[in-house]
């Protein structure tokens, strides 16, 4: 089992930037992608980024592409989601994942066994 907790959500000014943490426990190695995506109220929960967690390699969606920064600390067994220029339709829940299951990464959220709790991301216009 993988148990994931994410922070550093908030309220931020369009603009701002925030940067998001997810630490991870349990069975580490067992862990091939980290991916963050997002929900906002009555949408479906929307692929983010994706990080292969041994190689470093990297997947963004195309809507965050040159705004976010997915990366990770394997020392740590941490992921983080570096948000900047941030608009008010960013304004979402924001979970991170875990996958035991792609060889690299996906964009697919089936493909992820473990999410973490969410946390709260508001950007004021």
């Known amino acids: 089992q993988v148990q994931l907790v994410e922070s550093g959500g908030g309220l931020v000014q369009a603009g701002g930037s925030l940067r998001l943490s997810c630490a991870a426990s349990g069975t580490i190695f067992s862990i091939n992608a980290m991916g963050w995506f997002r929900q906002a109220p009555g949408k479906e929960r929307e692929f983010l980024a994706a990080i292969s967690w041994r190689g470093g390699s990297t997947y963004y969606a195309d809507s965050v592409k040159g705004r976010f920064a997915i990366s990770r600390d394997n020392a740590k067994n941490t992921v983080s989601l570096q948000m900047n220029s941030l608009k008010p339709e960013d304004t979402a829940v924001y979970y991170c994942?875990?996958?035991?299951?792609?060889?690299?990464?996906?964009?697919?959220?089936?493909?992820?066994?473990?999410w973490g709790q969410g946390t709260q991301v508001t950007v004021s216009s």
């Open positions: 994942a875990a996958s035991i299951r792609v060889t690299y990464y996906s964009s697919s959220s089936h493909e992820y066994n473990y």
